[in-house]
């Protein structure tokens, strides 16, 4: 190839100007490969909340809410009342500067603002200790029988009619007399004339539960044995539809069960299924692929498609959560997190998806107090330095305030950020590098 440059002669202002763009181009390469490599290993992140639309695409702190589970009409909030919000920042962070705007009239100065770190659903409130999952056959050492029906214990009269019904008598757990505590107790079953709730049967090839006078069928083998074991079930002949119809609702698995369908990965609670985002999202909220379980078309078509799971939503109910620390489980349901108070009730539930907690660290808080910004008119902020909570698993900031007088906010900024630092590098690098092995080693 003819080659003609190394003959060009350039006159001498031409030259200069030449290497004056030639260094400005490079000064410009220069500053971008810093400015990219700054965002990069000392990233920055600023999420908001606007009151004036508070269903703008723009809000990207959620969850606001008064102690009854309200969002603040308008952003007001009356004097001692609660008022908290969540922030999920995708990245690692060291601080985080709270802001808030205000209307004319009010004023936030010296409002505390306290933050503490968990998944959003273990930050739920404590509920009640849970008892034997719905379903669960039971014995005592006393030789008296049980079943939990509706949540509630019901005994059997005598061993008779457990016979009379078909019961296996290898069905039944052992279990203490104080582990009984935890269901209410219900009616004693003195007839073997109706089954109770939740009785569960095996009938031409496959399983179903009754509820309220109707058998409801397993969409699959799996799906019954991903909540309960094939002793539990009494072997019963086609003629028991005259007695107990079938419904067209199917039952499928294990609450929080984690599933596979195509190229996706969806979370199954309360017969909905609800679609991982992407696999960040999937390892920030606790769970393994190991316990992913492929579905067949038929099982799938038995929930009903929700909208993305992302790492703004809370777990759903039935996810369990353990505290290695302590050796703990806490199950969430209905907005609360509910201790399992011993192992043998843990059994009935047979959930495999523990996801990792740290209750002690989801205790820990941080405050901060707001003061007014220089030269801001109805603007107030303060900083929280949430490197302490580093160590805290969780992807999850909650925010609580209570104003000791009323006031109304337009806006809430939080700017979560990473001061330049070695070992904040080094944590960056560190980061960029299990990212890279979760997208390309599932």
């Known amino acids: 190839m003819l080659d003609l440059t190394k003959k060009i002669q350039l006159d001498p202002p031409s030259q200069k100007r030449y290497l004056r763009l030639r260094l400005l181009l490079h000064v410009f390469f220069f500053l971008a490969l810093v400015f990219v490599a700054n965002s990069v290993l000392f990233p ?31 952003g007001s909030i009356e004097a001692n009342n609660d008022f908290t919000f969540n922030a999920n920042p995708t990245g690692n ?40 999952k719905t379903g669960s056959l039971l014995t005592t050492p006393d030789g008296n029988y049980y079943i939990v029906s509706n949540g509630l214990l019901r005994k059997f009269a005598n061993t008779n009619i457990i016979l009379d019904f078909g019961y296996p008598k290898n069905s039944f757990i052992p279990v203490l007399q104080d582990d009984l505590a935890n269901n209410a107790n219900g009616p004693e079953i003195s007839s073997s004339n109706t089954y109770p709730d939740d009785t569960l049967f095996f009938i031409n090839e496959r399983f179903y539960q009754l509820k309220s006078g109707r058998l409801l069928a397993f969409v699959s083998d799996r799906a019954f044995l991903s909540q309960y074991d094939t002793a539990q079930a009494i072997p019963k002949q086609q003629s028991i539809f005259e007695i107990y119809p079938s419904s067209e609702e199917v039952l499928g698995f294990v609450d929080a069960t984690l599933a596979s369908a195509g190229n996706s990965v969806f979370i199954l609670s309360k017969g909905e299924s609800f679609p991982i985002a992407d696999s960040n999202t999937f390892l920030e909220m606790g769970f393994s692929w190991d316990n992913v379980v492929a579905l067949e078309s038929d099982e799938f078509g038995s929930y009903e498609q929700q909208k993305q799971f992302d790492r703004n939503q809370k777990h759903p109910d039935g996810t369990l959560f353990h505290d290695e620390a302590t050796g703990e489980y806490f199950m969430i349901e209905n907005e609360k997190r509910h201790p399992i108070p011993s192992g043998v009730i843990l059994k009935t539930y047979k959930t495999k998806n523990a996801i990792p907690v740290d209750q002690k660290g989801s205790e820990r808080t941080l405050h901060c107090s707001l003061a007014k910004k220089f030269l801001r008119s109805n603007s107030f902020d303060c900083q929280l330095p949430i490197s302490e909570l580093a160590g805290v698993i969780g992807n999850d900031y909650q925010f609580e305030t209570a104003p000791n007088s009323q006031i109304k906010i337009k806006q809430i900024n939080l700017i979560f950020s990473t001061p330049l630092s070695w070992s904040n590098m080094k944590s960056s690098l560190s980061k960029i590098k299990e990212n890279l092995k979760n997208n390309y080693t599932k």
């Open 44 to 74: 920055s992140q600023s999420l908001d909340l606007f009151f004036d639309n508070i269903n703008s695409t723009k809000n990207t702190i959620v969850n606001p809410r008064l102690p009854d589970g309200k969002i603040p009409p308008k």
């Open 93 to 132: 962070f060291s601080s985080v500067n709270v802001t808030f705007k205000t209307d004319a009239d009010s004023n936030a100065e010296n409002i505390l603002v306290s933050t503490r770190k968990s998944y959003q659903a273990f930050l739920y409130p404590l509920g009640q200790p849970l008892g034997f």
